[in-house]
Every structure is written in C-alpha cells, then in structure tokens.
C-alpha cells in the first residue's frame, strides 16, 4: 500500500513510517522539520527512515498547496496519516498563529489533497484536549467537547468539524483519532517525560503543576502506532448507528468516524514521577505550581469504540515504557558517541514533490 505520512519527521510519525515500512508498505514522509524543539532530534529519526527501500521523503510545509499537491500527484497515496500540526498547549498561548497557519490552513490543504486525489481514506491526529476541563472520567467520544480551553484543542475540534464536512460532501473516508499523552523513545522534549528526565539528570528542579493534582492518561508509542496502522486499515463506510428519522441525529451517514486512542487507565503525576525516578536513580526536587492556563487536570481515554472496531489493545505497562524512554534518552544524549544523524539527512528534499 502506499500511505502518505504527514509529521514523518515528529514523534509519532518517524515510528509510524518505521512500522508501515516494515510491513512493506511504501511511504511518503512529508514534514517541514520545523524549530519548534531541537531539530537534531527530528533529523536522527528521519535518518533512520531514510536509508530504507520503499521511504522518500519531501521537505516542505503543509500550508504551501502547491508543494502538496505535487507531492500527492508523484506519489499518488492510497492512504493518508496526518500528523504534521503544531503540538503543545503551553506554546499556543504565545504563538497563536502558528495553529492557524499548520493546524487549520495545513488541514484544509490536505483535505482539498485527498478529496482531488480520491483517497481511500484518510486518518488525522486529533487530541484529547478536545475535552477542555471536562471532569467526568473517562471521556467518552460522545461527551461534548464544545469547551476548548486553549487554542490548540480549538484547532484539533476544528479538525473534526472539517473532517465531517468533507466526509460529508464529498465521501471523502476519514477517522479521527484522539491521542491521549504519547510517551516513550524518540519522545518530544516539550513534554513531561523528557523534561523530567533531563532536568533531574541535571540535577534541577522540576516544575510541577497544579501542586501535582494531575493525572494523565500516559499511552506507549508501540501501542498507539499500533492502534494508528489498525485503524488505517479499517477504511469506514457510512455510520451503521445513523438514524434519518431520529430528530437530532446522533451520528450522519458520512464515512467518518472519530475514536479515543488512549490506555483506558490514568496515573496520577506524583505516581509517573516516581517512576521516573526509580528508572534514574536519582530523586526529583519538586517546584509545586499552579495549573497553568489551557491545562487540565485530569485525562483519561475511553477506548471500547476502538477496541470493538479494530481489536486495538495497549499492553505496555507504565514501569516498562518509562524505561525504554530513559534507556533510549541515555544512549541518545548521554553515550560517548556523537548523536546520530548522518545518513541521507535533508538538508534538500530526498523528494522533489
Ligand atoms: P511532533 O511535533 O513530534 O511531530 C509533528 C511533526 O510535524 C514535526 O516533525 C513537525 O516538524 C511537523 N510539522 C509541524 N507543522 C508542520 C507543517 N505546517 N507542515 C509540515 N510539517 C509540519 O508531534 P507528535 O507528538 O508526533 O504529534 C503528532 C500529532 O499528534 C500532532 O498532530 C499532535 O497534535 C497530535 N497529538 C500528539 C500527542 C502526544 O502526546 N504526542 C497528544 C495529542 C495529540
């Protein structure tokens, strides 16, 4: 199959592409290498991509159509997994625009995409931050998430709402997933895991917000690159539930379909930084901090939608993953050897779309 993966270079999609590959599948990464954390990190994971019979890759931004299109008309995907966005809640207080320009516009580029290119089906990143402040535990894909509480959860609602009207009128095939607190090797650095390994190797305090009366839903990349490839498979037809005599409709007939991706069990924050620090061997020193504003303070994923539709089953206990990260993070910063990132590394596009 050939499957288009935007975001090839962050977190979620160089293992993505990894998987897709090793099933066989030929991939497209399409990413912009943006600054937003260490582009070296970006670099290594596509470096590692790269070398492998059946990747190419375009360097290019998603809000440039252009490039895009030319990217679809080359490569002609299938399929298609987008997960280029601008990430993190924090940052979206200081830099709205940058959720406009990849979030929304970006979006929009790669429905108009699919919807000229007749895709099969195309699988977007969503967030549990849909869910705003919302504290009835676990969230359900049918509770309202009419209450964004920071401009990028509006974006990722947003990008449901789009979804719908292409799946809609133009039965374009589209499944959302929304990921819930993605951890493990190859992480991002502006997320907790990473930055409470690093700051406690270096011997600093770490900040801990709401006094640490958070608790998170903490998902295994494995198990959601699992849970994306199953879900890509499961192209969707009209809602079977959708109901026309129903007086407000609970569903419609478009091929669209929206899941949780997540572990189905929270942990609470105190709890994963003391997992942390069995993992290091060192004890954190806590800065205790109020919620900051577009956090909430509890997640938390109910995934029987995706369980019954795609036997999707996370198996990765919190113990393990964490040690995987902090192997992965020693070996990555802290061995003698230089870091990794030779190989055919872009500094020009692999792929000329
Ligand atoms: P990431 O930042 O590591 O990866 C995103 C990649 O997209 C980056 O390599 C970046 O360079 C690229 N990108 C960003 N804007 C782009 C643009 N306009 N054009 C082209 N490329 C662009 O993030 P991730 O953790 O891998 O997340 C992937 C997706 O999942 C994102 O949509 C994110 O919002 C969503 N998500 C992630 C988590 C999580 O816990 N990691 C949780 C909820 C939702």
């Not at 399409?30 to 019979?53: S, V």
């Not at 967030?127 to 705003?132: A, E």
């Not at 999707?312 to 995987?324: D, F, L, N, S």
């Amino acid at each position: 199959m050939k499957v288009l993966v935007t975001g090839a270079a962050g977190f979620i999609g160089a293992s993505l592409c990894g998987r897709l590959l090793a099933r066989g599948d030929e991939v497209l990464g399409y990413d912009n290498l943006n600054d937003y954390y260490d582009p070296r990190l970006k670099q290594a994971r596509l470096a590692r991509l790269l070398p492998q019979p059946g990747f190419r890759f375009a360097l290019a931004a998603l809000e440039d159509r252009d490039a895009l299109q030319r990217a679809f008309a080359a490569f002609a995907p299938q399929r298609v997994v987008n997960l280029a966005a601008q990430a993190g809640v924090r940052y979206s207080l200081e830099n709205p625009q940058a959720y406009i320009d990849s979030n929304i516009v970006g979006f929009l580029n790669v429905l108009e995409a699919c919807r000229h290119a007749g895709t099969e089906h195309l699988v977007y990143a969503s967030s549990s931050s849909v869910y705003g402040a919302n504290r009835k535990l676990p969230f359900a894909v049918e509770d309202s998430v009419d209450h964004p509480v920071s401009l990028y959860a509006a974006s990722k609602k947003a990008n449901e709402l789009m979804a719908h009207t292409y799946s809609h009128l133009f039965g374009l095939p589209t499944t959302g997933l929304r990921f819930f607190t993605v951890y493990g090797p190859w992480g991002r650095p502006d997320m907790a895991l990473f930055l409470f390994t690093r700051k406690i190797l270096a011997g600093e305090p770490i900040e801990v917000f709401n006094h640490g009366r958070h608790s998170r839903d903490f998902t295994y990349i494995d198990d959601i690159v699992e849970g994306v490839i199953r879900t890509l498979d499961r192209v969707p037809g009209p809602d079977p539930a959708y109901d026309p005599m129903a007086p407000t409709p609970a569903s419609s007939s478009a091929p669209y379909r929206l899941y949780n991706i997540g572990n189905h069990r929270r942990i609470e924050l105190l709890r994963y930084i003391e997992v942390i620090e069995d993992c290091l061997g060192r004890k954190a020193e806590r800065r205790l901090l109020p919620l900051q504003p577009g956090d909430v303070p509890d997640t938390c994923a109910d995934v029987h939608a995706l369980q019954r539709d795609t036997g999707y089953a996370p198996a990765t206990p919190i113990e393990v993953g964490v040690r995987r990260f902090v192997d992965w993070y020693r070996e990555f910063y802290l061995s003698e050897r230089p870091v990794r990132v030779a190989g055919r590394c872009p500094s020009a596009p692999a792929f000329a779309p």
